[in-house]
T-cell receptor
């Protein structure tokens, strides 16, 4: 079974631009979460989508947005990029078990975004 | 609020045992995860605890005490390939959102 895939793997943008990152979850997984990882802040939750609906949202400004399609693929968008947005953006997918709380998240390789 | 603490760095010797602690204060709790992350790679799942006690999986074990807001990851028979960051994460009450600690960078020396 293929793992979580993310595209592109590396991206360089300049301040003020906008960027769209893509995530394809493991087949059958309907929950997709996005995280930002930086050396200073560690892994921080951005948002989670389930069945095309945003289910949770972290403490990030409105410049960060996302969506999920009917095939569970997800995209996140960052508008008006700032230098501080340089980070590794990780996507994770999981199954939904009604009777179990684990719902282990499987992470993709990430997209390394550099803002100049 | 959410607060998860773990040591920043640890060093241990190949073949030894190391325990990585994690303390948490969160508004909701639906389980605690441990992930391993090698430099430049994605985090990979190690263990999950939702009830008090010890979960053993090969060389790795994880313990949880909900009343104390405390967990640890125990790595036995350390190997050089265990050099990585170990991330403690708490799952809240809604959905699959995980709140991560800052991670513990473990260095295994010969």
């Amino acid at each position: 079974k293929a793992g979580v895939t993310q595209t592109p793997r590396y991206l360089i943008k300049t301040r003020g631009q906008q960027v769209t990152l893509s995530c394809s979850p493991i087949s059958g997984h309907r929950s997709v979460s996005w995280y930002q990882q930086t050396p200073g802040q560690g892994l921080q939750f951005l948002f989670e989508y389930f069945s095309e609906t945003q289910r949770n949202k972290g403490n990030f400004p409105g410049r960060f947005s996302g969506r999920q399609f009917s095939n569970s693929r997800s995209e996140m968008n960052v508008s008006t990029l700032e230098l501080g947005d340089s980070a590794l953006y990780l996507c994770a997918s999981s199954l939904e078990f009604r009777d179990r709380g684990s719902n282990e998240q499987f992470f993709g390789p990430g997209t390394r975004l550099t803002v100049l | 609020g959410q607060n998860i603490d773990q040591p920043t760095e640890m060093t241990a010797t190949e073949g030894a045992i190391v325990q990585i602690n994690c303390t948490y204060q969160t508004s909701g709790f639906n389980g605690l995860f441990w992930y391993q992350q090698h430099a430049g790679e994605a985090p990979t799942f190690l263990s999950y605890n939702v009830l008090d006690g010890l979960e053993e999986k090969g060389r790795f074990s994880s313990f949880l005490s909900r009343s104390k807001g405390y967990s640890y990851l125990l790595l036995k028979e350390l190997q050089m390939k265990d050099s990585a960051s170990y991330l403690c994460a708490v799952k809240g009450n809604a959905g699959n959102m995980l709140t991560f600690g800052g991670g513990t960078r473990l260095m295994v020396k010969p």
